[in-house]
């Protein structure tokens, strides 16, 4: 079983929203920390946004006010909702979950247009 499925990537124009959501069914340890990164062409992953098992949440400034991590503990899932998307965020989004140890998921393509 893939420990980590991901969803909710596409295609929308500046100002628009896409909501990412990240199943962690797969793993049956105890999960930890839970968040999304994202890697452009030629850049570095850099972390977009974390979340506790206790809902501390933890932003990159560039998207502060825009983006929102939730997840159930329950259900395993951490959503990352992204709203008034710029170009700038146009990347490949990762989920990433630390539970025995970390987990990657394979990524969805977030493309923003002008």
């Known amino acids: 079983q893939v420990p980590l499925v991901e969803s909710g990537g596409g295609l929308v124009q500046a100002g628009g929203s896409l909501r990412l959501s990240c199943a962690a069914s797969g793993i049956i340890f105890s999960i930890n920390s839970m968040g999304w990164y994202r890697q452009a062409p030629g850049k570095q992953r850099m972390l977009v946004a974390s979340i506790t098992s206790g809902g501390s949440t933890n932003y990159a400034d560039s998207v502060k006010g825009r983006f929102t991590i939730s997840r159930d503990n329950a259900k395993k899932t951490v959503d990352l909702q992204m709203n008034s998307l710029k170009p700038e965020d146009t990347a490949v989004y990762y989920c990433?979950?630390?539970?025995?140890?970390?987990?990657w998921g394979r990524g969805t393509q977030v493309t923003v247009s002008s």
């Open positions: 990433m979950v630390v539970s025995e140890r970390t987990y």
